[in-house]
């Protein structure tokens, strides 16, 4: 009964003027007539904030792959280009750019993604700024840029993400406060994040073959999505070089692909050893690719997008981060869904799809199996132990992704959340519709018994 009353507040509140200063004649009282919210709605229809456009470049292997000689500005330009040409808009209407990206010096890469805004045609008028949350960066970013929609700050804005891991190594510079020794909890949030994992593999019981064949598992299905074209939609095409390391020969090339799929089997796996501790089961292998990419989403008020008669990919549904223990940083999306979902007004079994970063086998399979959740929902074109792991842009590529995929399955897929687990202890998620699913009067869902209805209503 209380879950039906919460659902009612939530009903009652997307049903409130926002203009409105007198609630007193707005109450939540008990009901027992079924479900009547399946997710959150704030203020009214037309000031829902949707998804136009949302794209990626390929995901490429650092210090080797398809970007290893290609500047983190040139990366983020081409996706800043894409959400904009490929929706006629004017890039003079956007109100901000809030650039995801967690390891370049702040002030280097923050004149990197202003400097990138103008070789992708924006005016000097539109601002730009960065933001970091460690790995979920990138969602951190469109989320930003959602809340400041819904606040009235602009009307149209783009969130992105960005990385270059071959440019900038995770490393620490300068000393440690030696204060942090008597604080465990925030010398936890030194240790290397595959020591995490580790630790998150001992305290929950994942095995070595469970980590192994999540692995496997997702090369399979990200080569599966390749071969059958269903990442074409998401992905820009990067013009960029590479150079020769003996002769410092440059080669015109187009990267067009992700280049960290592989076929592999539990065998090959089996073979690796463990990279964090002697008798340990984090190897290379099951862990998250470094890598090299960037992203951009393209958001702005509903109403906006039906003046300008836009298709609408998503809406943007909730968001939330939360904190956990630094030793297991890896169980952040076992934490943070539920809240997300909550906030929503939905329920887990609501959900279709589920796009939960791959930082590492363990903590993906440990989030999995503790949230209960059908593995066939999750990560169908396969994530970042696949695809790769470039740390700030992971968000925006995961909503690309994610997307797209809702929209290619259609009527049978609403809802979708995008999770992941974040450094020193955090998760982050976010629940977002297929935009073609809602409309002004849409805001039940199917309530499969009438048990709580009179004789007469049956």
């Known amino acids: ?185 925030a010398q936890n949030c030194l240790l290397p994040m595959g020591v995490t994992s580790e630790n998150v593999a001992h305290r929950f019981g994942v095995s070595r073959q469970e980590q192994d064949q999540a692995a496997v598992d997702s090369h399979r299905k990200a080569a599966a999505a390749t071969a059958a074209g269903r990442f074409k939609d998401e992905i820009i095409p990067v013009a960029t070089k590479i150079v020769d390391p003996k002769s410092g020969d440059e080669k015109p090339v187009t990267i067009s692909v992700d280049d960290g799929i592989r076929n592999t089997t539990l065998a090959d796996l089996a073979k690796l050893k463990p ?81 939960i970063n791959e930082a590492f086998a363990s903590q993906f399979v440990y989030c999995r199996n503790k949230l209960g959740l059908d593995p066939e929902k999750i990560n169908v074109n396969g994530g970042a132990m696949a695809i790769g792991h470039p740390l700030g842009a992971t968000g925006a590529r995961c909503v690309a992704t994610l997307l797209h995929e809702m929209k290619r399955r259609g009527k049978d897929c609403r809802y979708g959340v995008i999770s992941m687990c974040i450094g020193t202890g955090m998760g982050a998620a976010a629940v977002f519709e297929r935009g073609d699913r809602t409309d002004e009067l849409c805001n039940a869902r199917k309530v499969e018994s009438l048990n709580f209805l009179s004789k007469d209503a049956r």
């Open 1 to 185: 009964m209380e879950k039906a009353i919460n659902r009612q507040k939530v009903l009652l509140d997307h049903l409130r003027p926002s203009s409105s200063s007198d609630d007193s004649s707005l109450s939540a009282s008990v009901c027992a007539a079924g479900d009547s919210a399946a997710y959150a709605r704030n203020h009214v229809f037309g000031d829902d904030v949707v998804i136009v456009a949302a794209y990626r470049t390929p995901l490429c292997k650092a210090k080797r792959g398809g970007f290893k000689d290609t500047y983190a500005d040139d990366l983020l330009a081409p996706v800043l280009k894409a959400v904009v040409e490929k929706t006629n808009l004017n890039p003079e209407e956007v109100g901000d750019i809030v650039v995801g990206t967690v390891l370049a010096p702040g002030s280097q890469r923050a004149s990197e993604c202003r400097m990138a805004a103008f070789y992708a045609g924006f005016p000097e008028t539109v601002p730009v700024r960065t933001v970091n949350r460690q790995c979920s960066s990138g969602l951190q970013a469109v989320a930003d840029v959602a809340a400041a929609i819904r606040a009235g700050f602009y009307d149209i804005g783009i969130g992105a993400g960005l990385e270059s891991m071959t440019a900038n190594p995770m490393a620490w510079e300068g000393d440690v406060n030696p204060k942090v020794k008597i604080f465990e909890q």
């Open 275 to 355: 990279v964090f501790k002697k008798d340990g089961t984090t190897t290379a292998g099951n862990s998250s690719q470094v890598s090299d990419g960037a992203g951009a989403v393209l958001l702005m008020k509903r109403s906006v997008a039906d003046q300008k008669g836009l298709p609408i990919l998503g809406v943007f549904r909730s968001f939330v981060a939360v904190g956990v223990d630094p030793a297991i940083m890896g169980v952040g999306p076992a934490a943070a869904i539920p809240v997300a979902v909550k906030a929503a007004g939905l329920e887990l079994d609501d959900i279709d799809l589920f796009e």
